[in-house]
């Protein structure tokens, strides 16, 4: 454990689930059945993902703040264009088999056969270097030579976004100053200075 | 049906309507102001204000679901999220058509202020260079008026909006009454010198925009948080609940009326006036008529199109004021592009503070005096800034773990930004007609848009795309992308004529005081009057029209001319 308070970690992360789980009910009770729920294997290795990719520091890490269930969320409902039809430049090759009878693809089903692949087994029977591991070798392979290629991208960009728009992500990982009250044009960047969350246009233009 | 009496009627609450009303209160006159969309209060109707993106459920990103059924065209808007989108139209009750292949995004505000809650606020005056445009070329008809004649009128609107930014004395974009500016960054700064080191002709400055940065008439300055669109409860931009509303409202003079969408404009063929306007309760579904000496329309561009086309009588069979029949042609709206996006190196050890509601602006520099456009003869001009990556930046790098978690944490590489926006040809065959089949959810007609952009746009767009490459080079940044095409028609949100000023009645719907030819108590004040589109943000001009057209309708009122 580190300096981070474990209550706090807890109460954040149970406030996040807590913000997230009323929405995926209601839009499971509003949309029609699916064969497609996330099966409970699959909510475990989302979880352990995002506690990777965002590890525990002196901040949450991305499971801790709930990051998985805003995925899990996100893709039920198609953000980022994860529902729609051939969705992208994401179902080519070997990916088609994940494609769902309404042409977008199964984003979980891929990340867990994918990552059992890459640890040349059962993903979260690994020891943790080894998942380390075989999540760096699909991002390595996702984002080569500047290029953001297959599912992987849209599924890293959601988590990140589960992260760094929670409380604990926006607000502690990062700075959120939601009225600022002057704009100073040139200040030097000193060391632990932390980028802002709340800076609207660098969100939308990265 | 209830019939009730005033001295003018204004059509739609939006960045014009609201001003109309303000002028024609102030004048003395009684005033009915129609809003279709539902009443939102200034302050406390701007639900999401002050929330955070995790007290949203899908953390501003909302529900794409819902989006693609009830929103799918408002969600294209950059400006529409989970904390915006009540303050843009259901498209699925509110259809229109386009023909087959001919795309038109038509963003839309449905509610009291229109899309002055949601607008850009960027506020530039138009030249001669714009208003002789369509004489010099040949294309269109041309202006009535000139900028000598608006000036004062600019002036007028300036210090009642409160338009904050750098005078640069450029003849192709005035200055104007400006509160102080809010400063360029330490990157655009660099870029500004750098691009007026090589090229004297062309200017970075900051954009000129309807911020407050001092205090004004009960508003508060800016307090720099960028996050406009949500609604302002501190009134420091210019919108009607701010500013042109209270105004109004300070007469005793305006009656206010929303959910409630006219359905028409009545004409006496005997008087060859208006009498006043019919309209629908939405919520109640009552039918209501209102009679007036003058009537304003300020519907947005294309709406006020909507009304008079779907105001034919036996008289004017074609749409009310359109003996010329050029009544919904020549519509226009910039073609914009991401030209380029370049990273600036040199200032890693810089940043700021705040987030500054505008961005820079590089003033239009091709067919001034000169006709050097390669396959073009108008104008563009650049918008953008520059930015300092934030944690976004990370969904298209690659990293995990500890590292690439302590590499977002900190801000990341400087970029800068340049958006196109070049002037639209006004073309008879972009144009507005009522669909013979759609009708939308109050049983009326909906509108068609067949708009394209032309070779001329296109031209404009590869030549800015190549000097956006050729500045950002110059000052040292390394260009990582640009565009040439210009994204489909709408995407500028500056859609604009159909019922064109000009001198001539037979070819033109308005008058040069924005008064239909046809109708002499009849005006049009919004975007719908456009005979050019220039490169500029149009909204301030549609102001200064607007207050030109009050105070002559009101002159002519009063002298019994009208």
């Known amino acids: 454990m580190t300096s981070f308070d474990r209550r706090e970690m807890i109460g954040a992360g149970a406030l996040a689930l807590g913000v997230i789980a009323v929405p995926i009910a209601v839009l499971r009770a509003m949309r029609a059945p699916t064969d497609d729920e996330p099966s409970d294997r699959q909510k475990l290795i989302a979880q352990q993902v995002a506690q990777i990719l965002i590890p525990r520091t002196d901040t949450p890490g991305g499971a801790d703040v709930g990051a998985d269930a805003f995925l899990l969320l996100a893709l039920a409902a198609g953000l980022d264009g994860t529902r729609t039809p051939d969705g992208g ?35 979260l ?13 699909l991002d390595g392979a996702a984002f080569a030579n500047h290029q953001s290629t297959g599912p992987w991208p849209k599924i890293k960009g959601l988590l990140l976004t589960g992260y760094y728009t929670s409380q604990p992500g926006g607000a502690k990982e990062l700075t959120y100053e939601l009225v600022p009250g002057r704009f100073d044009p040139d200040l030097p960047l000193r060391p632990g200075m932390h980028a802002y969350s709340s800076d609207w246009t660098a969100v939308e233009f990265g | 049906m209830m019939t009730v009496n005033f001295d003018a009627i204004v059509v739609g609450s939006g960045i014009t309507g609201g001003f109309a009303a303000k002028e024609l209160t102030e004048k003395g006159l009684k005033v009915l102001m129609i809003e279709r969309g539902p009443k939102i209060e200034h302050g406390t109707g701007y639900k999401t204000e002050t929330l955070a993106p995790w007290d949203l459920p899908f953390r501003g990103l909302g529900d794409a679901e819902q989006y693609a059924s009830v929103y799918p065209v408002q969600s294209k808007n950059r400006h529409f999220t989970e904390f915006t989108q009540d303050h843009f139209c259901r498209d699925d009750e509110n259809p229109y058509t386009t023909p087959a292949g001919g795309e038109f995004t038509w963003f839309r505000s449905y509610n009291l202020g229109g899309r002055s809650l949601t607008w850009g606020r960027q506020c530039y005056r138009w030249s001669d260079y714009d208003f002789g445009a369509n004489k010099r070329d040949g294309n269109g008809t041309d202006w009535p008026i000139r900028y000598a004649e608006l000036a004062p009128w600019y002036d007028r609107v300036e210090d009642f909006v409160g338009v904050s930014g750098a005078a640069e004395g450029m003849p192709q974009l005035p200055d104007g009454h400006f509160q102080p500016p809010m400063p360029l960054n330490v990157v655009e700064q660099h870029v500004r010198e750098g691009i007026s080191a090589r090229w004297p002709g062309r200017r970075l400055t900051i954009g000129r925009t309807a911020n407050l940065t001092q205090e004004k008439d009960g508003r508060s300055a800016c307090q720099y ?3 406009c669109a949500r609604g302002c409860s501190y009134g420091a931009y210019f919108s009607t609940q701010s500013a042109s509303l209270p105004a109004a409202m300070k007469t005793g003079l305006l009656t206010v009326v929303t959910d409630s969408v006219v359905e028409g404009v009545d004409y006496d063929p005997v008087t060859r006036r208006a009498t006043g306007v019919r309209f629908l309760d939405t919520a109640k ?35 009310l004021a359109n003996s010329s029949g050029v009544l919904g042609t020549h519509i226009m709206d910039h073609a914009t592009t991401l030209s380029a996006i370049a990273i600036m190196p040199g200032f890693e050890q810089h940043t700021t503070f705040g987030n500054r509601p505008t961005g820079i602006v590089i003033p239009r520099f091709r067919n001034l005096e000169t006709l050097d456009g390669n396959g073009f003869t108008r104008g563009y001009s650049f918008q953008g800034g520059a930015l300092q990556s934030t944690w976004t930046q990370g969904k298209r790098q690659a990293g995990i773990g500890h590292g690439f978690k302590t590499h977002l944490r900190t801000p990341g590489d400087w970029k800068m930004i340049l958006v196109t926006f070049a002037e639209s040809m006004p073309r008879a065959s972009n144009r507005l007609t009522l669909d013979p089949a759609k009708i939308d959810a109050n049983g009326a007609p909906a509108l068609n848009i067949a708009f394209a952009h032309g070779k001329e746009e296109h031209a404009a767009l590869a030549d800015a795309k190549a000097e956006a490459a050729a500045m950002l080079g110059a000052v040292g940044g390394q260009v990582v992308m640009g565009m040439d095409q210009p994204g489909p028609g709408g995407s500028a949100i500056h859609e604009m004529g159909g019922a064109r000023m000009g001198l001539d009645p037979t070819t033109s719907v308005l008058d040069k005081w924005s008064r239909a030819h046809d109708v002499a108590n009849l005006f049009v004040t919004d975007g719908a009057q456009m005979s050019s589109s220039a490169s500029q943000n149009p909204s301030l001009t549609y102001l200064a029209l607007t207050a030109r057209a009050c105070d002559a309708a009101v002159s002519m009122l009063r002298s019994g001319t009208l």
């Open chain 1, 89 to 123: 430049a994401a179902i080519q090759g070997a990916t088609a088999r994940y494609r769902r009878p309404d042409g977008s693809l199964d984003h979980l089903t891929w990340l867990e056969e994918e990552l059992d692949r890459k640890a040349h087994g059962d993903f």
């Open chain 2, 225 to 227: 948080r960028s996050i």
């Open chain 1, 125 to 137: 029977a690994a020891p943790l270097a080894r998942q380390q591991a075989a999540l760096d070798t």
């Open chain 2, 285 to 319: 579904k009552e039918r209501h008529r209102a009679t007036a000496r003058l009537v304003f329309l300020n519907a947005g561009a294309f709406n006020t199109n909507h009304i008079l086309l779907r105001s034919h009588s036996e008289a004017m069979p074609n749409g």
